[in-house]
């Protein structure tokens, strides 16, 4: 008679049991993204759902308006994705989402669904007439020193270590508003607040353990909300710095990937190229484009594979919710070039532009110091590979480049103005971001040899040329340092209780700090009202002797800007410009508040920057 083997009735008999272990005990540990809303443009809602043994369940909804239109099982049993159509008649509340298991266990999740904000926006939500003001939120002011280390988060705050915690927060931010705004900027941008969850290192905010928490060492999702409101409340407006490209070790789903094509992974470890482009070219070998594109950031920065179409969605939706949520006014995406599948990127500028048209979105684009490098990405056409990138924003780091070498290594303007010229490569170059300096650069002032005079003639020419500028944080107050690390993201004085003075009063400040300040809210404040740099077009001469002459107009408001980049006062004749000055007689000058009469020929001093509103 046959047998059947023990060690089969055996595992048989495991096999079984663990199939019942594991309908009876599935758990419930998140559901992303938390919430909704109703009235969006687009129907689909994918939830991530997280819990142990979840993917076993089977998913039911009840709520009118709300239907499961599919449910996707990937390679982790703790994973589950369910795809939602919310129709545009849904109605706003909260319904339950029922899971069961084929042994009729079952939990319950609800979940909310909010009416849309109504958002009637015409032109674009930032824009020409914006200026940001960059900061590193743990380098800014320690509000709240209660939360300089939390029991959720591993780093602990070490002010001592320049790359480490120092303690800044939102709430530091919230008490320094009235120094924000009356600096003369517009808008905030904040480098990422996200959970950053890493043993060291995490204070920089690029290596996100959380898309949808805010770091618990600077705040919670509320405390950033109600920076948004007081913003609001004073004319400000936000910025959110969000990341497709990677996520952080610390990340919570690090141990137990949804699928092993989350992740771009490698044999063993292996850094990006750094190499942008190898995106666009037309010549690029499939080993270079990888390296570039499926490489890391860094030990710590894990490459997120955006060929996963359900990571892709996440992310998406992602961006999503932090805009419906926080009432954000524009984003500024993170290491644009460097994701695996630009389609991808594409896609996401088009989904927010069907769902909040004109919103404003800024791709960082650091790719060198030619203009050729970054038409590709911002050229409003079908490039020659048939992809259209949807980007009308970038960050000018060809601009940036030409500013250094001009007012820092000794170049002649000309420079600036053959950098200019190639502006019909754009689609519209006056979107551009602007800056002389940020996170990534060193500081504005080392760039430019300790030149104080210099760094007020940058800030002249990001203010008054076309685009729409950004300061960083402390450059306000001359910060020196040469690298893009700790150091250079350092401390605003003031800031922290035990700090020997407080810059974010005028009384503390230096003779030199109270100068520049000066300067830079005098030309900020004009520049609020004046039509001609928001909205007007830019006409500019070739220029001469290290001069750069060019003209900001609007219908009848029209604006001359000089630069004399040389270490002498200049004489310069007007006659050369009689296209642009025809029919005015007089001009004001917004820095020194004095009349100029429009003769033959004005002085000018060395290395300064006359800005003149004209008068008929």
């Known amino acids: 008679m046959n047998t059947v083997p023990r060690n089969f009735i055996v595992g048989l008999l495991l096999t079984f049991s663990m199939q019942f272990i594991l309908a009876q005990n599935i758990t419930l540990q998140r559901v992303e993204p938390p919430n909704w809303w ?48 919310i129709s545009k008649q849904t109605k706003p509340g909260t319904f339950e989402i029922t899971f069961r298991t084929d042994k009729n266990k079952k939990l319950v999740y609800k979940y909310e669904l909010i009416a849309k904000r109504n958002r009637n926006v015409e032109e674009l939500t930032i824009d020409g007439s914006d200026v940001m003001y960059l900061i590193t939120p743990d380098r800014f002011s320690n509000g709240d020193p209660t939360n300089d280390s939390t029991d959720d988060t591993i780093e602990r705050a070490d002010r001592k270590n320049p790359n480490g915690r120092h303690g800044g927060d939102i709430k530091g931010i919230i008490n320094h508003l009235d120094y924000i705004e009356n600096l003369g900027v517009t808008t905030l941008w904040l480098n990422p607040f996200l959970e950053n969850d890493q043993s060291a290192y995490s204070y920089h905010g690029y290596g996100i353990s959380d898309f949808y928490k805010t770091d618990s060492r600077l705040g919670t999702n509320n405390d950033y909300k109600t920076l948004i409101n007081f913003c609001h409340a004073r004319g400000l407006k936000v910025v959110m710095d ?39 070219d037309p010549y690029q070998s499939k080993s ?23 990571l892709a969605n996440y992310l998406i939706q992602n961006s999503i919710w932090w805009i419906e949520y926080a009432n954000l006014d524009g984003i500024r995406m993170d290491t644009y070039p460097y994701p695996n599948n630009k389609e991808v990127m594409a896609d996401w500028l088009k989904t927010i532009e069907e769902e909040y048209p004109n919103y404003y979105v800024v791709a960082e684009t650091a790719m060198g110091d030619k203009v050729a490098s970054y038409v590709y990405w911002n050229n409003g056409r079908l490039n020659r590979d048939g992809y259209v990138s949807n980007i009308k924003s ?68 990001i203010f008054t040329t076309r685009g729409i500028p ?11 340092s040469p690298k893009p690390d700790g150091i ?129």
């Open 38 to 85: 109703v009235g969006m443009e687009n129907t689909q809602l994918q939830l991530l759902v997280y819990g142990e043994n979840i993917s076993s369940a089977t998913p039911s909804i009840a709520y009118n308006g709300v239907s499961i239109k599919s449910v996707s099982r990937l390679e982790s049993s703790n994973y589950l994705f369910i795809n939602l159509t």
């Open 470 to 480: 950004q300061v960083y944080y402390g450059d306000e107050l001359f910060f020196d």
């Open 288 to 310: 270079d484009y990888d390296l570039h594109a499926k490489g890391w950031f860094d030990v710590n920065l894990p490459d997120l594979n955006l060929n996963n179409p359900y």
């Open 394 to 461: 970038i960050s000018d780091y060809a601009l940036y480049y030409s500013m250094i070498k001009v007012f820092g290594k000794d170049e002649n303007i000309y420079d600036l103005y053959e950098i200019l010229s190639s502006d019909y490569l754009y689609e519209n170059p006056f979107n551009n971001k602007i800056f002389n300096g940020n996170h990534d650069v060193a500081r504005l002032y080392t760039e430019l040899k300790k030149n104080k005079d210099k760094v007020k003639l940058s800030m002249a020419f």
């Open 488 to 616: 250079l993201r350092y401390d605003f004085p003031g800031g922290w209780e035990s700090d020997q003075r407080n810059a974010f009063l005028e009384e503390e400040r230096t003779t030199d700090e109270k100068d520049l300040i000066e300067y830079i809210s005098t030309i900020l404040k004009w520049r609020k009202e004046a039509m001609e740099i928001h909205q007007g077009k830019l006409k500019h001469y070739k220029p001469m002797d290290n001069i750069y002459v060019y003209f900001r107009y609007y219908r009848d408001e029209k604006t001359m800007v000089v630069i004399n980049n040389n270490e002498q006062s200049k004489i310069l004749n007007l006659s050369r410009f009689k296209e642009s000055l025809q029919g005015f007689a007089m001009g004001l000058d917004i820095i020194k508040k004095r009349s100029i009469a429009l003769n033959e020929e004005i002085v000018i001093d060395a290395n300064t920057a006359l800005i003149v509103k004209l008068k008929k």
């Open 242 to 280: 969000q990341v497709f490209n990677h996520c952080g070790t610390g990340h919570w789903w690090m141990n137990d990937l949804p699928s092993q094509d989350w992740l771009n992974q490698w044999d063993e470890f292996t850094y990006s190229s750094f190499t942008n482009a190898t995106v666009s």
